[in-house]
């Protein structure tokens, strides 16, 4: 046969991409690819979402998740309809992802409702910070407040763009389940509980129906779209799940660190131990039933007595749940006087010099006695709270500190605490701030319990005394088995008609009740009053002080509530846990008889007595307050999104150049007189991998002839003549293709001229390649593919490109209207 001379370079012969999965029918309709695609991926990443409910709570946060996963997804489909470039689907995605976001959580300061502007940026920066510190300081299950929502709404979204991305123009499908099990990691790292097999189950059928899309949709003009499908595509898509299955049920088994039950129910990747910080969500009833004992502090002081340990304060209730206020712009470094803010008319104070080692204890809050003046020996920045008094760290945490505080706080007896029970002026509306949406239950349970009580102390006595009798047990379990397990308003609801909960639901029961009766108050977090080590611990200017310590088991919630003139007074409202303080006991009302110790009502004689803590360590299910049961999220969080980040934009070059590679080597359609064979333009992307770019007025045959006489194939007829036979073999395929008579339409899928070889020659070439190239080039050609890299330079350029070509346009436009312009002036002035 004879062969029409070469009129085609080489070069030229890269310049017609074949179609990418979706765009087979680029001549005729798209047809339903994109849209089954977009189901796919939608349905996986919110399948996936279903394994991060208890690592946020509840299921508010669902129906935002949804929306914009399919709302990103459905966009990129519909853009991928219209015919649009990769490059503009996905940049119509992170559109969409940025609208959506906008609409649902920044809406009163946007643009028509979903278009970002400078006060929706204020927002934004507001949210992540509000989302930074609950990841930092809480554990599972957290709080769904905005501001975690939304960075969870962002992040599977972005998921959604990476997974189109690796299915549709990178044509890697099989790869997506990387983007899936990233979701997947978060609730396995932090949840008791583990995925759960739910979403598990749900993230699988997703990823099955992307492989199923991808087999089904596979582009091949042939196909008559009533044909039925070659069998062996259902077949490898099933292969590959099921491995991926199976690998996921078995790789848990060799990874150190879960804990027990199998995967993807009841087991906790948790292969850096338990963290210890104090949850100031207080919703840490896992960690509650399982303690340990960990986070152990010790502290000497001079008090005589064991002290509490009050770590965060917790006064922002939106009805939803109790919450620490981000007060950030008020709060003032430590090393500065700690000042109360407000008058002290006490007659005598109460000062106490304490030293604290927090050891392992690992929390943004800094565990202090109430409250402090002055705090020394600190590393790191801290600032406090002028309102609180809670101590945070700025960059830092409490993990090995070591410090000294000085506290001052008023002596307090009952007649002083009636006589200061008048009304209180100057206090902030986050203390006395009531829900419109208070259940009945717990006013009518204000109301009889303070009865006709005439002064705040009284009322504050009567609710103490209601939480402390024999009405309400205390129990870890009861919570849990009734489905109120947390710190809301139904929750509180639930607990005051079921009368069993844990510190946290007599405290949040006491401080809501307490701002029914118009008394401020707020929640305290911290550590109740721990044990003697035996030890004594020389502190300057206090001689040898005795040792306490405390640890996960004394952890513990109780109210504060405000009184004009004495400032923050504690009470204890739990039976069996921490020290009813002298003030707050039944004989320090006027009438009473008895003392309330932590056993309930005993006689007593004495008129004021203190009970006295116990030395033994409490027993390991009386815990009370929270340690965080799992690891602290944001910095697994931030840890992995950056090295998922990382390792994605190293890989990225490769996953290029392995997507452009399997899509160019499916079968094409041989009818077709345009196309330029997908075979040859992998050939030639080889070759400039490998150091060997072809010339721009090169000939097919004479880079072939270039390629075979370099040494990057090795020695013909030697081990490597595989490689000279099959650069051979491709050229002659590509000169039939492109210079030969055309196909005719009814040719059959494995009668076009190397239709079925050319992924073997393709293969040979590149072993030969490989075997032949030292090991930098290798490197470079696997990570940083030459050809990939000049696209991708090309890519980036050509904003300026065409910049300078309309500038030399304007310029060279302008320069012939004045040359006109001249020579009509010049002919008006000759005429």
């Known amino acids: 046969m004879t062969l029409a001379p070469h009129k085609s370079s080489a070069g030229q012969a890269q310049a017609a991409p074949p179609p990418g999965p979706g765009q087979a029918t680029v001549l005729g309709r798209v047809g339903a690819y994109p849209w089954a695609m977009a189901l796919a991926v939608a349905l996986s990443v919110s399948g996936a979402a279903l394994s991060l409910n208890g690592v946020l709570r509840g ?42 976001l906008t609409f649902t959580f920044f809406r009163p300061t946007s643009i028509a409702g979903f278009i970002p502007s400078g006060t929706t940026m204020a927002d934004l920066d507001r949210f992540i910070r509000r989302a930074s510190e609950t990841v930092l300081a809480e554990s599972a299950p957290v709080a769904p407040n905005a501001g975690i929502v939304m960075v969870t709404c962002a992040v599977l979204g972005l998921t959604v763009i990476l997974i189109d991305a690796l299915a549709v123009p990178l044509g890697m499908p099989a790869t997506t389940g990387l983007g899936l099990l990233a979701i997947l990691v978060v609730p396995a790292m ?21 492989l199923a899309c991808s087999q089904w949709f596979t582009p091949d003009a042939r196909t008559p779209a009533d044909t039925a499908r070659n069998p062996g595509q259902m077949r ?90 981000d007060r950030g712009a008020s709060r003032r470094p430590v090393g500065e006087q700690i000042e109360t803010g407000y008058e002290v008319l006490a007659d005598e104070q109460l000062r106490q010099v304490t030293a604290v080692d927090t050891g392992t204890f690992t929390s943004p809050y800094l565990p202090v006695p109430y409250a402090p003046e002055s705090v020394r020996g600190l590393s790191g920045r801290w600032t406090w709270d002028p309102a609180t008094l809670s101590i945070k760290g700025s960059d830092t945490n409490s993990r090995s500190q070591q410090y000294i505080v000085v506290s001052s706080a008023p002596k307090l007896t009952a007649g002083l605490l009636v006589q200061q029970s008048g009304a209180v002026q100057g206090v902030p509306d986050d203390f006395t701030r009531v829900p419109g949406n208070m259940p009945d239950i717990v006013r009518t349970t204000a109301d009889s319990v303070t009865g006709s009580g005439g002064t705040a102390y009284a009322k504050a006595m009567a609710i103490q005394k209601y939480l402390r009798s024999a ?59 721990g044990r003697l080590t035996g030890a004594t611990v020389s502190v300057a200017g206090q001689g040898a002080l005795p040792e306490y310590e405390v640890d996960a088991r004394d952890a513990h919630a109780w109210p504060e509530l405000y009184f004009q003139g004495l400032g923050w007074v ?44 116990s030395t033994t360590p409490v027993p390991l299910p009386g815990a009370g307050g929270g340690s965080e049961a799992g690891p602290q999220l944001l910095p697994w969080l931030l840890g992995t999104a950056g090295v998922l980040g990382l390792m994605l934009v190293a890989a990225s070059p490769r996953l290029v150049r392995m997507g452009l590679r399997a899509r160019r080597l499916r079968r094409q359609d041989p009818a077709s ?34 390629l075979r006489g370099s040494s990057l194939l090795g020695e013909a007829g030697g081990m490597d003549d595989a490689g000279h036979q099959a650069v051979i073999l491709l050229t002659t395929d590509f000169e039939r293709r492109k210079y030969g008579p055309r196909a005719r339409q009814d040719t059959p899928a494995g009668d076009a001229p190397g239709s079925d070889r050319a992924p073997l020659r393709i293969a040979a070439v590149q072993r030969s390649l490989r075997a032949n190239a030292p090991l930098s080039r290798r490197l470079r050609a696997d990570w940083l ?36 312009a001249r020579e009509g002036l010049r002919h008006l002035s000759e005429g």
């Open 673 to 706: 007189d345009d196309a330029v064979p997908p075979a040859w333009s992998e050939f030639l992307d080889l070759g400039t991998d490998y150091g060997l770019p072809p010339h721009p007025s090169e000939t097919a045959r004479v880079y072939s002839a270039r």
């Open 471 to 529: 009405e309400f047990t205390y129990s870890l379990q009861s919570p849990v088995q009734g489905g109120y397990d947390g710190n809301g308003l139904s929750v509180l609801a639930d607990f005051l008609t079921q009368k069993s909960g844990y510190c946290i639901h007599y405290a949040s029961a006491m401080a809501v009740m307490a701002r029914l009766e118009g008394i401020p108050s707020r929640i305290a977090v911290g550590y109740a009053p």
């Open 59 to 100: 299921w508010a946060w669902y129906l935002p998740v949804l929306t914009t996963v399919f709302v990103v997804s459905l966009t990129m489909a519909a853009l991928r309809a219209l015919r649009a470039q990769p490059l503009l689907v996905t940049a119509g995605g992170f559109a969409s992802l940025a609208s959506i």
């Open 190 to 210: 932090v949840k008791p509980q583990s995925v759960g097999v739910w979403g598990f189950g749900a993230t699988v059928a997703g990823y099955l129906l992307i």
């Open 236 to 325: 490898r898509a099933a292969l590959t799940g099921g491995v991926a299955l199976v690998a996921t049920l078995i790789v848990p088994l060799a990874i150190p660190g879960f804990d027990q039950g199998t995967f993807p129910q009841g087991s906790r990747v948790n292969p850096w131990g338990t963290s210890t910080g104090l949850n100031p969500m207080i919703t840490l009833g896992n960690s509650l039933r399982t303690p340990a004992g960990s986070g152990r502090i010790t502290y000497a002081t001079n008090a005589g007595t064991p002290l509490y340990l009050r770590s965060v304060t917790v006064d922002n209730f939106d009805g939803d749940s109790w919450g620490p206020d």
């Open 785 to 820: 593919p030459p050809s990939v890299m000049r696209r991708l330079g090309r890519m980036l350029t050509a904003p300026f490109r065409a910049l300078g070509g309309l500038a030399r346009r304007t310029a060279h436009a302008a320069a012939r209207s004045w040359s006109w």
């Open 570 to 613: 504690a009470f204890e409202p739990t039976p069996s846990r921490g020290v009813v303080p002298a003030y707050a006991t039944e004989t320090s009302t006027p009438g009473a008889g008895a003392i309330e110790n932590n056993d309930g009502l005993i006689p007593s004689s004495d008129p004021s007595p203190t009970p006295a803590p």
